[in-house]
């Protein structure tokens, strides 16, 4: 019991909230999966696949900066005790815009969208169309509560997310559907749901505040949208890279998405130490605690390669048998390829602290720089003669590599080492405001 509080202490407040809410999220997507991959077809399943991974690339690339933003600016006039509601104003519709600006292409381009890549049904593109609205509302709710340290909250929109997820997907396995657009709209529904049903946390701190212009809230916004759909790009691109290289082999394309999945478990655990860790970072970068941002950095780090340890030496012992049994895959997939997989998802969650050290000293141009690298080497892997499945892998492994090992040297060459003692608490108080909503580089 000791050793657990003692773990619980080195991690950033609000981790435990965000991690339960998280794990819930993690289940219910594999149940998603899991009965998707039991009732549809293979082609069905394959069409599903991309889906995600359109969603969960593109879409978190575009979006999910709307929430890092929101929780920088959020965070700093909390800090300050100055009402948000211009700054919340503003982050919803920067969301709109970015929205109808992936809606139009979209809704022209659905009919070669729906031949190339779901095999001519034009529903999965309305699916797609559907998720990013879903992406849209929750960047701003999420923004929201985390920039005002409501992670309990926050954690309960990602459970009800969750919970929400398996019950539709189970209810459509148990009804017999097999249409791959009612599967893909649970990312629409449930999302959707979760942010109206905590829609009380999320407006209780709209206080009237000063004015924040466009350029305040955007000014890195187009540098930190870069960066994370370049990062996007790198941890979800193996599987349409399978689907296009490999034309008419929709199973190996379903089974390397189910691989990806196992693979990524500890994503899900990393993602509630990213949502507390960037708020922790930045404040101490406002306050001038040096020595406890480096601290913090440290322990998120040294957590991170443990989690990818301890997960891929489960994935390669358990994966090659856990994805026929879980998603009805091939026996594709073998001990090596889950060895690549695993080290490309450490490398990407080192790479991710990194970058949100980067990110809390206003290094959104490094950032860019460092995932741009990443993209080069998996470009360059990616279209290397040989297999294609261990093409696609090994690049995800390199390339994550290479960003992680650019952002390392960014950290240790554009952060300040402590000098002396942290200030006292509350020192420096009237800093993050300018501090976090400084000018980027």
Known sequence: MKLATRALALLPSGTLPVGIGLGVLGVASYVHLAVAGHELSKPGDAALSVLWVIVFCLGLGLFFPIEQELIRHVAARAVTGEGIAPVVRRGAVLAGIILLAVLVPLAAAARPLADKLFGGDIGMVAALAGAFLALAVVSVSRG?????????AYGAQLGIDGGLRAVFAGALGISGMRSPVMFGLILTVAPVLSAVLTLGPTLRDLRPGPAITWMQL????????????????VVNVAVINADLLSPGHPAVVAALLDGMVVARVPLFVFASLQAALLPGLAGAIAAGQFRHFWRLLARASAIVAGMGLAGGLLAVIFGPWLIPVLFGARHILGPADFALLATGTTCYMLAMVLGQGAMAVRRHRDQLLAWAAGAVVLAVITFLPGEVKLRVEAAYALSSLTVALVLGLVVLLRVPRPGG?????????????????????
């Open 144 to 152: 929201v509560l985390a920039g005002m340290g409501r992670f309990h």
């Open 218 to 233: 955007s000014r890195g916004l187009g540098l930190l949208i870069g960066s994370s759909l370049l990062a996007q790009l």
């Open 421 to 441: 003692p942290d200030p006292e608490p509350g020192a420096g108080q009237a800093a993050p405001a300018a501090s976090l909503t400084g000018e980027t580089r």
